[in-house]
């Protein structure tokens, strides 16, 4: 079965960068993409960018751009979400989710377990 | 904000249909994906492609997409059927998008 590990929870202060990891298992990471999405408490989902386990790819959501950096390790079945100048509305639980294609973000069938990342001062 | 609507609530009674609809622009050159969340849960595919459920989904769940309007009908809701339901836009560029959610209330 498919499986998504996510590290644990983080507090950042606002201005400070979080790196959150998402262990894939049972699957090819080089045969299809890795995305993020961010659910604010409360709110809905926000897709953040896509990131292919292919050729290492990107597309970030125009909001996240200059401020996110995804990255994937085939050597150890990890990608890694980079968010920077963290704001206190970047409070929030992410997910990594697999894409079931290499080349686009199409949807998502399996999803990581989520990492809340609390920012405060 | 979001580039796809959804009703914030929808509310149906036990063994009733339930319609959940999320409306975007040329929203039928797009594939739609739709997701069930549970409080304190990560979400779970409910259909994709506009109308495909994945293995374990019960056919009550089925979608459709026309026009600028993707619908999500659970026909004989149940109880279990309780929750956040968002829809995801998609196409062949690599971007996507998400509706705001809809919380389903079975009553």
């Known amino acids: 079965q498919v499986q998504l590990v996510q590290s644990g929870a983080e507090l950042k202060k606002p201005g400070a960068s979080v790196k959150i990891s998402c262990k894939a298992s049972n699957y090819t990471l080089t045969m299809y993409g890795i995305t993020w999405v961010r659910q604010a408490p409360g709110q809905g989902l926000e897709w953040m960018g896509w990131?292919?386990?292919?050729?290492?790819?990107?597309d970030y959501a125009q909001k996240f751009e200059g401020r996110v950096t995804m990255t994937t390790d085939t050597s150890t079945r990890t990608a890694s979400m980079e968010l920077r100048s963290l704001r206190s509305d970047d409070t929030a639980v992410y997910y990594c989710?697999?894409?079931?294609?290499?080349?686009?973000?199409?949807?998502?069938?399996?999803w990581g377990q989520g990492t809340l990342v609390s920012v405060s001062s | 904000s979001s580039d796809l609507t959804q009703p914030p609530s929808v509310s149906v009674s036990p063994g009733q249909t339930a319609t959940i609809t999320c409306s975007g622009d040329?929203?039928?050159?797009?594939?739609v994906s739709w997701y069930q969340q549970k409080p304190g849960q990560s979400p779970v595919l409910v259909m994709f492609?506009?109308?495909k459920r994945p293995s374990g989904i019960p056919a009550r769940f089925s979608g459709s997409n026309s026009g600028n309007t993707a619908t999500l009908t659970i026909s004989g809701t149940q109880a279990m059927d309780e929750a956040d339901y968002h829809c995801?836009?998609?196409?062949?560029?690599?971007?996507?998008?998400f509706g705001g959610g809809t919380k389903l209330t079975v009553l």
């Open positions: 995801q836009a998609w196409d062949s560029s690599t971007a996507s998008m």
């Open positions: 040329k929203l039928r050159n797009k594939y």
């Open positions: 989710a697999k894409s079931d294609y290499y080349d686009t973000s199409g949807y998502y069938a399996y």
């Open positions: 990131i292919s386990g292919y050729n290492g790819k990107t």
């Open positions: 492609h506009d109308t």
